[in-house]
C-alpha cells in the first residue's frame, strides 16, 4: 500500500502457528484489520506469508506465537529476511471468552498486541551451539528419567519375588543389584522364579544401557559449555549442569535481553511486592524459567556452605529480620546479576559487532 506522500506505508503482522498451518493478521499503523490469510506450514509457506504481508505495505513487526515451537521456523525464516520477530504470549482465558477463538481472531490478537506495545520480547535464536546444548540436555533428562525408572522396577520386582531370590537381593543397592542380576542367562518365563530372573536381567541391562547414554552425552555437554562459556564456569558453584541451564534460558543470543532485570524476571528471581498496609515486604516470584530458577538455587546453596562473604551476608540479612527464604531470594537475584554480565560480555568477545548493543 502506498501512503499519501507516495511511500509504502508500514503494517503490523500477527501469527497463529500451529503443526500443519500459520494463519496470519496484517493491520495498518492506525490498528485497522487489512486482512488475514493461512499458509502452509513449511519453508515455501513462510515465503508465501512474509510475501502476502508484503503486499500490504512495509512489516516494520511480526507478532509470532510458540516462536519456541510450531513458530520456530518461521521466526527464524524472519529473522533471515531481516524483519523484527516478536514473541506473542496466548491470550489469557478472559480475553479468550469474549472474543471467540479461531485461528484468525487469535492472528489479529497477536498483530494488535504487538502494535500496542504489550508484546516486545525476541525470541531466542535456536541455530548455535545452545540450541545444541538445548537438544541434549532433553535427551539427558529423558535418559535419566527412564534409568530411574528401570531402578524403581528392579527393586519392585525384587520386592514381590520368591523368597529364594528375594533373600539374597534384597539388601542390595541399585548398582550391587544390577551387577548381580545383569550376568544371570536369560531365563524361560515358565514359572515366577523364572519371569522374575528374566525380568530383573532386562532391566539390569536396560539400566546399564542408559548409564552408558548418558555417561556420553555428559562428555559431549561438557565439551559444548566448556567452548560456549568457560567465563560462567569460573564462577563459584557453577557446574556442567548448571551452565548449561542458564545458557539455555538465555538463548544463542542473550544480547536480546538488554537489562539484567529482563534475565532476572526470566529466571524468575525478580522480586514481586507483598507488602500490605504496615508490612513492606517482597515474595518469590513463582514464573519464569524454573530450570534456570533451580540452577540459581544451586548456586546459593553451595555459597551458602562454602563462601564466607556469603555466609556473613546471610548473618547480617538474619539479623535484620529476614527469613531463611528471603534471603534465599535476595541471594538468588544477585547471582542472576553476576550471571548476566557474564553471558553478556561472552558474547560481545564471540561476536564483535555486538558490544554497542551490550553496553547500552
Not at 548381580?180 to 524361560?188: D, E, G
Request: proline fraction near 2%; glycine fraction near 8%.
Amino acid at each position: 500500500m502506498i501512503d499519501n506522500d507516495g511511500e509504502r506505508s508500514h503494517v503490523t503482522g500477527g501469527v497463529d502457528t500451529h503443526k500443519d498451518t500459520h494463519t496470519a493478521a496484517v493491520l495498518d499503523a492506525t490498528g485497522n484489520l487489512l486482512g488475514t490469510e493461512t499458509f502452509p506450514a513449511t519453508g515455501s509457506g513462510y515465503v508465501q506469508l512474509l510475501d502476502w504481508l508484503q503486499s500490504h505495505g512495509d512489516p516494520d513487526r511480526v507478532g509470532v506465537e510458540g516462536t519456541g515451537s510450531y513458530g520456530s521456523g518461521l521466526a527464524a525464516h524472519l529473522r533471515d529476511q531481516g524483519v523484527l520477530c516478536i514473541e506473542v504470549n496466548r491470550q489469557n482465558r478472559q480475553a479468550r471468552r469474549r472474543h471467540g477463538k479461531s485461528d484468525a481472531a487469535d492472528a489479529v490478537a497477536a498483530a494488535r498486541a504487538t502494535l500496542a506495545g504489550d508484546a516486545f520480547g525476541i525470541p531466542k535464536a535456536q541455530n548455535d551451539t545452545v540450541e545444541a546444548i538445548r537438544i541434549l540436555r532433553l535427551e539427558r533428562r529423558s535418559a535419566i528419567r527412564a534409568r530411574t525408572q528401570s531402578a524403581n522396577q528392579m527393586h519392585a520386582v525384587v520386592t514381590t519375588a520368591p523368597e529364594r531370590l528375594r533373600s539374597g537381593l534384597r539388601d542390595l543397592s541399585t548398582t550391587a543389584l544390577v551387577a548381580r542380576v545383569s550376568k544371570r542367562r536369560k531365563a524361560v518365563a515358565t514359572d515366577a522364579a523364572g519371569a522374575t530372573n528374566r525380568v530383573l536381567r532386562g532391566l539390569a541391562r536396560r539400566w546399564i544401557q542408559l548409564a552408558r547414554e548418558i555417561a556420553e552425552l555428559d562428555a559431549e555437554l561438557r565439551t559444548l559449555v566448556t567452548q560456549t562459556a568457560p567465563e560462567l564456569l569460573a564462577l563459584q558453584g557453577v557446574g556442567i549442569d548448571v551452565a548449561g541451564a542458564l545458557l539455555v534460558a538465555a538463548g544463542d543470543n542473550p544480547e536480546r535481553l538488554t537489562k539484567e532485570a529482563s534475565f532476572a524476571a526470566m529466571c524468575g528471581v525478580s522480586p514481586i511486592d507483598a507488602s500490605s498496609g504496615r508490612q513492606r515486604r517482597h515474595r518469590l516470584n513463582r514464573g519464569g524459567n524454573r530450570d534456570a530458577n533451580r540452577a540459581l538455587w544451586v548456586i546459593a546453596l553451595v555459597r551458602l556452605n562454602r563462601d564466607t562473604r556469603t555466609k556473613a551476608y546471610v548473618q547480617r540479612r538474619t539479623a535484620e529480620g529476614l527469613s531463611k527464604r528471603e534471603i534465599i531470594r535476595c541471594l538468588k537475584r544477585f547471582i542472576a546479576r553476576e550471571v548476566f554480565k557474564v553471558l553478556q560480555s561472552s558474547t560481545a568477545k564471540s561476536d564483535p559487532s555486538k558490544l554497542h548493543s551490550v553496553a547500552s
